[in-house]
């Protein structure tokens, strides 16, 4: 997806909320277990609740490789059902990849590629510790981005992302900011930046005025969506902000699209006030 | 596998090759193409002809990835073939896998766990950026490892890994070897080193003098494997070398097995070599 489309979709649905599909065999509604894949039956389920109101969804990738191949067919089903879909839903493979080019060349092909094969999603999840060509393998498939981590939304983001460098005096997940933005464009990437740390946006958004930024951990993990477009949102909105498990689990019972859908459309309404006031609608 | 299990493999088997099955469906022998399951059919003859002489072996997901389902597959049936040699083969997941706590439980499930979906490896490569919740779920496993990169063999590795800690004085790299090694020990966290770096091993090895390195990048990417042992090796050995291309497609042709291991030996004498130099057998 281009990033055109991407910020048209925003301005119609009103919306920049990303679904997660962290979709837990052993979180989903136990009636579904009787499906032939209970897995894609919920994802399908949700997607058909709540596709007018996301812009994005998320599949994490760990909790379909869990279960192995028949999480693997899961994915494919879930991917292969979102393709109708396609003008109005950006699509996210989270599965953190990076490794040296010949091998990050491989990632690209799995998440990007379509055919029997491949998942073709519009994006990838990357980690940015292996450097440029862990990521530039990524860069070549046309209309189709890389999310490289920043500032994770974890406790463990505390122990090296903000080692400060002797050099230049900045953060980590700065100079991974500064690096890499001149590796791609605001045209082919984005960033993750943890809704728990709002208050750095505005660190962040010196580096990189124009990108947009995955948010996730806005909801269970604790982050305010109020402060994340104070200090985040720019002028195409910038932002995709994620909530998994306070929309998919909304309910374990027969009423789990429903309550998605719900859950969804508060959310939904919230963005679509803030969009307002920032003029972006 | 216990670390005292591995180190008696090396003695035993006077190697401390890894053998990477980075099995690319293009580069393997046309003639495997006809076989139901090309790829398993390669890795089964490479490792057939190979056991005696490494002690470990590498997939690298990214190869069985990218060709979706059907190489899911491939390396559910080549960790089922491997099983036979649980006691003499210490398996290792090249993954660089790394997300928040709940996310990387599963994917530690995905890669420790047995029966019908796990893959029931003796390790995995993790990736450090997101620090300690993105490692620990890893090593709650009894007998299986987490190798986490520390400083990796590619052109990337200059972009962050070589930040100076401003407070420290240290290296990242340094900082994630520092850090890291508290949340394990060495019976269970080993580190990626790359051998195009042998000669900060005597650096590494102020840090973590007692775990076992994962060492790639000799043979295709350039590095010494006598470098390596000078300044990596301690009295466990304490090395995995990994080769992959150099070995697994020495041949093209039917011969490709036998070739394979004309090469394994060549690097096998060589370790033994060195092994005996240093007094370990």
């Known amino acids: 997806m281009k990033r055109s489309a991407l910020v048209k979709n925003i301005k119609q649905k009103k919306s920049f909320l990303c679904i997660g599909l962290d979709s837990d065999i052993e979180k989903i509604p136990t009636h579904l277990l009787k499906e032939e894949d209970p897995v894609f ?26 279960r192995g191949i028949a999480g693997w ?12 879909f396609q003008e109005s839903v950006f699509s996210i493979a989270d599965a953190k990849r990076g490794d040296i080019g010949n091998t990050s060349k ?22 940015p510790y292996m450097g440029i060509d862990s990521v530039s393998p990524f860069l070549a498939f046309e209309n189709k981005w890389v999310i490289l981590l920043a500032l994770t939304s974890n406790e463990g983001a505390f ?15 700065e100079e991974v900011l500064r690096k890499s933005s001149t590796w791609g464009s605001k045209d082919n990437m984005m960033y ?13 958004r010196k580096h990189i005025p124009d990108h947009f ?3 996730p951990g806005v909801g269970a993990q604790g982050g305010s969506l109020q402060a994340v477009a104070d200090y985040g949102m720019n002028d195409d909105c910038g932002l995709l902000v ?21 859950n969804a459309l508060e959310v939904q309404e919230q963005m679509a006030a803030m969009l307002t006031e920032k003029g972006i609608i």
Chains 1, 2 share one sequence.
């Open 192 to 204: 993750v930046v943890g809704a728990t740390k709002a208050e750095m946006l505005g660190t962040i």
């Open 159 to 173: 122990d090296f992302q903000f080692i400060k460098n002797e050099e230049s005096g900045l953060y980590l997940f």
């Open 213 to 215: 930024l995955l948010v």
């Open 106 to 127: 491989q990632y690209a092909r799995s998440f990007f590629e379509g055919g029997d094969a491949g998942l073709d999603f519009d994006s990838v999840t990357v980690a």
């Open 242 to 262: 994620n909530s998994s498990r306070g929309i998919i689990f909304a309910s374990k019972e027969k009423d789990f699209a429903e309550k998605a859908r719900e």
């Open 73 to 84: 067919h899961s994915l494919k089903k879930t991917m292969d059902y979102l393709r109708q």
């Open 41 to 66: 039956a919920f994802n399908k389920a949700i997607i058909d609740a709540t596709h007018d109101l996301a812009v994005a969804y998320k599949p994490n990738l760990a909790f379909y490789e869990s």
